[in-house]
């Protein structure tokens, strides 16, 4: 996918400005202390330009809070290291944390946990060791090894990658507006932290569905793009309810064309056409790729995904079409 967006974008290059990321914290522990953190319950360390989290009982929370409680929309990007060889050792990234006090599950804020074999969202609300509203999505992870992960945060859902591989969509927490950002450790457990950085994000979504596609043996197939389109922030499109185990082929263009094609409406130009993708059993398909550099503002990119389904019509189905803008 990188090499196709990027193809497509040397089309679009124009003598404008590129968008610029504001950076609204930054910490790369090398100043050998944790100053600007406020930390809460576990034994903390800065060792050898990291910072280091370790727990030793059930549901002890070692907490490390940071930045701002009237932030909004931000991104959060951090190495991590599990130093343990337990299968529910994990590492938690926290955001949107309204307030936070000594003890098990005592405070207000959403966290995206990475285990070795899945990563997960759920919300803390004062509610000792259930972490409630939990989602979990399959994901392996490699224990004591270090990875970088990016959440972020944008109205009321958030959308988090490990190591430039699509990972988790937490929607619809309406009641934590703004908040800070943290760092986990909970359990037996040792956690090793390291490079955070928290920009800001544009106002406003840079994606958006357009059109509608064609029903087919999944039902009707839809594509949703996320990422905040900042050079080398991770960048996704999203298939769901596609044909299980299908091929299909990606269309993106610079603008649009709704042109009638086999029972359906083909939306974007076809500046580039890239294929065949093969879809999952439960025919999925996540596509990330890191956004390319010198993309001018307001450059406008329109995608959609046709597959090929007995199913449908006339052969062939497809998802609604998404339009992004370049901040």
């Known amino acids: 996918m990188r090499t196709a967006i990027q193809s497509l974008l040397l089309t679009a290059l124009l003598a404008y400005p590129a968008s610029a990321q504001q950076v609204l914290f930054a910490d790369d522990f090398n100043d050998g202390n944790a100053h600007g953190w406020q930390e809460f319950d576990g034994t903390f360390a800065v060792q050898n330009g990291q910072y280091r989290i370790t727990t030793t009982q059930f549901c002890q ?41 000594s003890g098990c599950g005592q405070g207000r804020y959403l966290q995206f946990n990475v285990f070795p074999t899945f990563s997960g969202y759920c919300r803390i609300d004062f509610s000792g060791s259930v972490c409630s509203a939990g989602i979990e999505r399959p994901m392996v992870t490699s224990l004591r090894q270090w990875h970088h992960a990016r959440v972020e945060v944008r109205g009321t859902d958030a959308y988090a990658w490990v190591d430039g591989r699509y990972a988790i969509h937490a929607p619809g927490f309406v009641p934590f507006a703004t908040g800070r950002i943290g760092l986990k450790c909970i359990n037996t457990n040792s956690v090793v932290y390291d490079n955070v950085v928290v920009t800001g994000l544009p106002n406003g979504s840079a994606w958006n569905e357009i059109g509608a596609g064609i029903s087919g043996s999944n039902g009707m197939p839809t594509l949703r793009g996320v990422g905040a389109l900042i050079e080398g922030s991770p960048t996704s499109l999203l298939l769901r309810n596609d044909p299980r185990g299908g091929a299909g082929v990606l269309f993106a263009g610079l603008t649009t064309q709704y042109r009638p094609l086999a029972g359906g409406i083909l939306i974007p130009t076809e500046d580039l056409v890239v294929g065949s993708f093969l879809l999952n059993a439960s025919g999925e398909l996540d596509m990330t790729s890191p956004w390319p550099g010198l993309v001018p503002v307001g450059t406008e990119l329109y995608f959609q995904f046709w597959m090929f389904d007995a199913s449908a019509v006339m052969g062939f189905s497809a998802t609604n079409g998404v339009r992004c803008v370049a901040p």
């Open 61 to 101: 929370e070692g907490r490390a809070i940071a930045g701002n409680p009237a932030w909004v929309d931000y991104a959060i990007d951090v190495d991590f290291f599990i130093d343990s060889g337990l299968s529910n050792a994990h590492a938690a990234i926290l955001f949107r944390v309204q307030q936070v006090v």
